[in-house]
């Protein structure tokens, strides 16, 4: 009889319970070399996941969920370009768009990609080799100065992390904005900040169909062209100047010669790239044009390393499938519901962000790959702000309140902008932090120290709260790039538990198609308003504010 995942959590139930009547605390106490036993390196990066409720046979219950999920047949089908995204009918490929070995070869429909991806990574290196160095001349002759990337999701998010991530690499000449959101707002605030002459727009959408993209691309557009015409061009002339201005990153040639730009200046991607996985593709554009070619072939080195050591190392010693195994014993053996990612670097601002939808669209799904309703929890709820900030923001509910919510401390031990005792105190916070969850306060340590009777019930930390730290050398292209796999990998594993299809996102279309309908009954001059009393409502008081 075919095993059920039911069967399989009762498996970790039971190796879970045995283990649970000892805490954090009693386990570091009985062994002591317990820190090095659960720690880890790959790429440059180093894994201490000591401070977690787990014993060995925890972590075999854990290991054999992985294998019998089959795992290891899981990740080659990814590497070597099987369809596993089968809803779509794609491969999932972004492994490839890193291995810059040249005797390796993937392929896809017979077709080895591995050629295709240098061959657009050569042509973003010579455009961006020419912007950087001032030889791409705008329509007055003068160098770019500003480039704005303008896309959503995928398109916006990782490229947006990493310009942030990689701020030192980056020439400070320059300068890079990103517009995503349909708020009118995000772009009038952005084309306040530039001058149209010196201003590069890409356009990065896989579809170029997205309406947020293309509503942003189309006015920065209009923009372009007053402006052009402002500056006393004629009216054929600053047509031919939007080649110089704008770039696409995208998947789909006809879209983008239709929206008017010279598919010269088009760098393409493929189907089998996921948006939220897109970052080392072309849609990594303007972040190639922030640090330089040599430094973005440095970040896919970092990931490649990564890469290797998923497919390469066995699950007991394989980061990214311990992270994984983590995060499913919390979230399915005691329920927790969410996960803190917590980077002590002020660089990685936006890595929680960029994380939300690497994980919550990947395996935010409650249909398994037969089509079947799972019956346990799938795709926890990611969240998290750059320490020390969230320490005096929302730490008391992690260290104090009733929910269970997992940690990972990212830190890097070099800082690129010492100044005094800065980055110990930064370092001595995080590692104070793991300390703190893991360990607690005990009401007798409180008494100990004078505490007050009445007021030791509150002073009491319960400690037993689960951490992973991971520390690097330093915040590098290289770093960032394996960091980014990791987690790309973490979530892929958890997908294959969970069984569901990482690599879809049906759930963000029925809101895309309603809109589309609302957009008709805002606008139209006598709508026949067929929605729910709500939202009729809500679009009568719309169109009266507004004049309709
Ligand atoms: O929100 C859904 C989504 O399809 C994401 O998966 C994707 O990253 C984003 O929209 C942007 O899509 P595109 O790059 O095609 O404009």
Request: glycine residues 8%; hydrophobic residues 40%.
């Amino acid at each position: 009889m075919k095993e059920t995942m039911t069967d399989k959590w009762a498996q970790l139930d039971v190796a879970m319970s045995a283990s649970s009547l000892k805490t954090i605390k009693e386990r570091f106490a009985e062994d002591k070399d317990r820190a090095a036993k659960y720690t880890l390196e790959a790429a440059g990066w180093m894994l201490d996941y000591s401070k977690n409720r787990i014993d060995e046979k925890v972590m075999k219950a854990l290991v054999k969920l992985a294998k019998e999920s089959n795992l290891k047949e899981e990740i080659e089908k990814m590497f070597t370009g099987k369809k596993i995204n089968a809803t779509e009918g794609r491969a999932v490929l972004h492994t490839a768009l890193r291995n810059l070995n040249k005797a390796d070869k993937v392929k896809v429909d017979g077709k080895d990609v591995l050629k295709d991806v240098r061959k657009v990574l050569d042509q973003m290196g010579d455009f961006s080799d020419k912007v950087r160095q001032g030889k791409w001349k705008g329509f007055a002759g003068k160098r770019i100065k500003n480039v704005v990337n303008i896309g959503i999701g995928g398109s916006d998010l990782g490229p947006v992390m990493a310009n942030i991530a990689l701020t030192p690499y980056t020439k400070r000449n320059m300068k890079f904005f990103f517009v995503s959101n349909v708020d009118s707002t995000h772009l009038a605030e952005t084309l306040r900040a530039v001058k149209a002459n010196e201003t590069l727009f890409i356009i990065a959408s896989k579809t170029f169909t997205t309406q947020e993209t293309m509503s942003n691309a189309l006015a920065a557009k209009d923009w372009f062209l007053a402006e052009a015409k402002k500056a006393g061009l004629k009216k054929a002339d600053a047509e031919a100047a939007v080649a110089k201005h704008f770039v696409a990153v995208s998947t789909a040639a006809k879209e983008v010669a239709a929206f008017g730009i010279d598919t010269k200046n088009m760098f393409g991607f493929w189907d089998w790239v996921g948006g939220r996985y897109s970052l080392p593709s072309a849609i990594g554009l303007s972040l190639m044009l922030a640090i330089g070619r040599n430094n973005y072939k440095k970040l896919l080195k970092g990931y490649y390393k990564m890469d290797r050591h998923f497919r390469t190392a066995r699950f007991e010693r394989n980061m990214p499938v311990i992270l994984a195994l983590l995060g499913i014993l919390y979230h399915n053996g005691y329920g927790a519901e969410s996960y803190c990612v917590l980077p002590y670097d002020q660089y990685l601002s936006r890595f929680p962000a960029y994380l939300q939808q690497m994980d919550m669209e990947s395996n935010g799904k409650c249909v398994d790959k037969d089509g079947n309703g799972v019956e346990y929890s799938t795709g926890p709820i990611e969240w998290g702000e750059p320490g020390t900030n969230g320490q005096h923001s929302f730490y008391q509910l992690i260290h104090q309140g009733t929910h269970l919510i997992p940690c990972d401390f990212i830190g890097c031990c070099k800082t690129h902008n010492p100044i005094g005792d800065l980055h110990d105190k930064l370092m001595a916070n995080l590692f104070a932090q793991t300390e703190a969850l893991a360990f607690g306060k005990t009401a007798e340590e409180c008494a100990a120290e004078g505490v007050e009777k009445k007021l030791i019930p509150f002073k009491t930390f319960e400690g037993n709260k689960p951490t992973n730290t991971l520390l690097c050398d330093q915040l590098t292209p290289e770093t960032l790039g394996a960091l980014v796999a990791l987690y790309e990998h973490k979530v892929f594993v958890q997908g294959v538990i969970w069984n569901v299809y990482s690599y879809d996102q049906w759930g963000v279309q029925l809101g895309k198609v309603l809109a589309k309908g609302v957009l008709t009954d805002l606008t139209a001059k006598k709508p026949a308003l067929k929605h729910d009393s709500s939202t009729n409502q809500l679009i009568v008081r719309y169109r009266k504010a507004v004049g309709r």
